[in-house]
């Protein structure tokens, strides 16, 4: 079963930050929080990842809160191709298996 | 580029006809994963491999054979397919230890008849 719990949808206007929300109330010291995408029925797509400090790269940023029970993805300027399912998944990186729950889907409208 | 490669895209096939996805990576990985997607299950692991000749069992490995001959391909077999195993299948890599960020193939939509 997923480690996590994810709301079913999300509306977003274009050109404003999208935050999605993450509860991963059962995480474990080891674990991290991945976040994947997937834009139709094409192949998952890798997001970011955190153990337990707020990351960012040139998609998203992670926010962890500090007891590690929830997270937050940040995408800062949504646009249209944003639009899919967005995954948060928790896991250890010592196994390389991903369980993904339902996620988000996330519409980004004009 | 650095992509995952999956053949068929599409196949639709007849109960008990055996069947072989292929799947190739050109990234050197080490990992490699297979993955099944049917609605309201999201995804789940199949099979998956941390190197050359070694394998082992995902969450649903009933009905699917897998073998890791080479590094780069990872090729899924259904002996004998049938209609439960209708599915979206998505094949996955990356690097190990530590397989942070996996890149995955564009999948394949599989119908049994």
């Known amino acids: ?110 | 580029e650095a992509q995952v490669t999956q053949n068929p895209r599409y196949l639709i096939t007849v109960t008990g006809k055996k069947l072989t996805v292929t799947c190739s990576q050109n990234m050197n990985h080490e990992y490699m994963s297979w993955y099944r997607q049917d609605p309201g299950l999201g995804l789940r692991q199949i099979y998956y491999s941390m190197n050359v000749e070694v394998t082992d069992k995902g969450d649903v490995p009933e009905g699917y054979k897998v073998s890791r001959k080479e590094k780069r391909n990872f090729p899924l077999i259904l002996e004998s397919p049938s209609p439960n195993q209708t599915s979206l299948y998505f094949c996955a890599s990356s690097l190990w230890p530590s397989p942070v960020e996996q890149f995955f193939g564009p999948g394949t939509r599989l119908t049994v008849l």
Not at chain 1, 2 to 26: F, I, V
């Open chain 1, 1 to 110: 079963d997923a480690k996590t719990t994810q709301p079913p949808s999300m509306d977003c206007a274009e050109g404003r930050a999208a935050n999605l929300p993450c509860n991963h109330s059962t995480i474990s010291g080891n674990e991290y929080v991945y976040w994947y995408r997937q834009i139709h029925s094409q192949g998952p797509q890798y997001i970011i990842h955190g153990l337990k400090n707020n990351e960012t790269n040139e998609m998203a940023s992670l926010i962890i809160t500090e007891d590690r029970k929830s997270s937050t993805l940040i995408l800062p300027h949504a646009t249209l191709r944003d639009t899919a399912v967005y995954y948060c998944i928790v896991g250890s990186s010592n196994t390389g298996k991903l369980i993904f729950g339902q996620g988000t889907t996330l519409q980004v409208k004009p």
